[in-house]
């Protein structure tokens, strides 16, 4: 099994809608990482996660970490074409080694 | 700040050609890391570099690659003789310790044709 799971792996969502993103590790969160990607480009810094329980948010999208569930969720309001692009989390195991999710395609209907 | 600048951003090499990434960590950040994205893939850490040390190159292939992270300068990930399974998206991160506080560059994407 993944260290690091990743669902859905894409989403369609109509503009306008709200959408979450989860990730869930099978091992201990110290912290997780959220990023986006456009396709075929670099790392978009979204949020760091990093006590149980915490959430951030920033525009629309909100971040939540479950310690005790070794989760995060990633979730956008009324969705926007900009949103669209590749989520993807990174999972601190107190490791220097980040354990990556295979990444949420996420597609904006108009 | 800066941030993590990693150049080119974009490297196209024939096989058989020597590619030559570069990662400049965020200043006061004395740990580097390098990740590979193949396409449809997540990361995958390759290798961990202090200055002037390899701390962990689990994740790099044996043959072909390396990494140098000299007292001056930026840091270094050299692919020599490049073949298609190479093409990739290769990204840096540093760190002012061993743990937490990363800061991704924008990476480079190389493509072997």
């Known amino acids: 099994s993944q260290e690091l799971e990743q669902s859905p792996q894409s989403l369609i969502v109509q503009e306008g809608k709200n959408l979450t993103i989860n990730c869930t590790s099978s091992?201990?969160?110290?912290?997780l990482y959220w990023y986006k990607q456009k396709y075929g480009e670099g790392l978009i810094f979204l949020m760091m996660?990093?006590?149980g329980g915490e959430e951030k948010s920033h525009e629309k999208i909100t971040a939540k970490l479950d310690e005790k569930k070794q989760q995060s969720s990633l979730h956008i309001t009324a969705s926007q074409p900009s949103h669209a692009g590749i989520y993807l989390c990174?999972?601190?195991?107190?490791?220097?080694?980040?354990?990556w999710g295979a990444g949420t395609k996420l597609i904006i209907k108009p | 700040n800066a941030g993590v600048m990693q150049n080119p951003r974009h490297l196209v090499r024939r096989r058989g050609q020597e590619a030559r990434l570069r990662c400049s960590p965020m200043k006061g950040h004395s740990h580097v890391y390098w990740y590979r994205q193949l396409p449809e893939e997540g990361l995958k850490f390759m290798v961990y570099?202090?200055?002037?040390?390899?701390?962990?190159e689990s994740g790099m292939p044996k043959e072909r690659f390396s990494a140098e992270f000299p007292k001056e300068g930026p840091s270094i990930l050299r692919i020599q003789q490049v073949v298609r399974g190479d093409s990739a998206a290769y990204f840096c991160a540093s760190s002012p310790a061993g743990s937490g506080g990363y800061t991704f560059g924008s990476g480079t994407r190389l493509t072997v044709v």
């Open positions: 091992k201990t969160l110290y912290g």
């Open positions: 570099l202090q200055k002037e040390n390899i701390i962990d």
């Open positions: 990174g999972a601190d195991h107190d490791n220097y080694q980040l354990i």
């Open positions: 996660l990093q006590k």
